[in-house]
């Protein structure tokens, strides 16, 4: 694997995951983005938000399936 098809992988990861954000419900999208990219921990985004530790929880959960299978993908076309 050269240097090139690296950084082409990493692009694509980039630009995917952000195509697997937007197409995320806008409440599951906004939750994911406090969490995981502005570092608010769930207490946080709720006091924030309004909604329960528990809704929070499942926005995350939603967020993350869509992406766990992206990156798995994108871990195999590495590896290959």
């Given at each position: 694997?050269?240097?090139?098809?690296?950084?082409?992988?990493?692009?694509?990861?980039?630009?995917?995951?952000?195509?697997?954000?937007?197409?995320?419900?806008?409440?599951?999208?906004?939750?994911?983005?406090?969490?995981?990219?502005e570092g608010?921990?769930?207490?946080?985004?709720?006091?924030?938000?309004?909604?329960?530790?528990?809704?929070?929880?499942?926005?995350?959960?939603?967020?993350?399936?869509?992406?766990?299978?992206?990156?798995?993908?994108?871990?195999?076309?590495?590896?290959?």
């Open positions: 694997t050269t240097q090139m098809e690296l950084d082409r992988i990493g692009e694509i990861c980039f630009e995917d995951v952000h195509l697997n954000l937007d197409k995320l419900p806008p409440a599951t999208r906004a939750v994911c983005t406090l969490h995981y990219l608010f921990s769930i207490r946080e985004i709720s006091d924030q938000l309004k909604p329960s530790d528990g809704a929070i929880k499942c926005h995350l959960t939603e967020s993350r399936n869509p992406l766990r299978t992206l990156f798995s993908l994108h871990s195999i076309k590495g590896n290959e």
